[in-house]
């Protein structure tokens, strides 16, 4: 028995066959290893926020961190709903579109269309400014804006109180806040 084994591992072709057997052994378990734990695996949005002080891994929520995104999450939804050119108006109005809720955009859509057209044919440049963001209660904040409206000849400065409903909301890839507006209104002052 033993000359048997020394004759088939001293043979040079039985040798590489060998070898080539247990490689594609090997790179099969590799690969179906490799698959499996793909499969497995669960994709997750990690965000990492940055304030002043310190960089975290937003996973959780505190009141103070909770603060913060609320106060972030209202300005970039004015600056993209209260501010707009007639060049950039479409793409801001997507945008605030993905803060709102499905129900709230599909009821603001027609209008919101029909202002970007008339847009084309009236140009006017509207700027926003934040006077206050105030938290009247877990749902509701109000913020105070100063609006200047640019047109051809003149410039209107007024001011409007806008009052925002938020709920809590899962983050997307379109949506990476932990909020989404379900009802947006305002008043001039």
């Not at 060998?18 to 099969?28: D, F, P, Q, T, Y």
């Not at 707009?84 to 027609?110: Q, V």
């Not at 006017?124 to 200047?148: F, G, M, Y």
Request: glycine content about 2%.
């Amino acid at each position: 028995m033993k000359p048997v084994i020394h004759y088939w591992l001293r043979s040079r072709f039985i040798r590489e066959e060998v070898l080539r057997l247990s490689l594609v052994i090997v790179l099969g378990l590799w690969a179906t290893s490799a698959t499996l734990i793909a499969v497995l695996k669960k994709n997750e949005t990690i965000l990492i926020g940055v304030a002043d002080d310190a960089s975290y891994i937003i996973s959780g929520s505190n009141e103070s961190l909770r603060r913060k995104e609320i106060v972030s999450f209202v300005r970039l939804f004015v600056a993209n709903y209260y501010e707009f050119t007639p060049t950039n108006h479409a793409e801001k109005i997507s945008r605030a579109g993905d803060a709102m809720a499905s129900a709230l955009w599909e009821s603001k859509r027609e209008e919101l269309k029909l202002f970007n057209e008339r847009l084309k044919t009236e140009p006017l440049v509207q700027t926003a400014k934040v006077l206050s963001i105030d938290l009247i209660d877990e749902e509701t904040i109000e913020v105070a804006l100063q609006i200047q409206i640019a047109k051809r000849i003149e410039t209107i400065l007024t001011n409007l109180k806008v009052t925002l409903k938020v709920r809590s909301h899962q983050r997307t890839d379109s949506n990476p806040w932990p909020f989404e507006i379900t009802e947006v209104s305002d008043a001039a002052l």
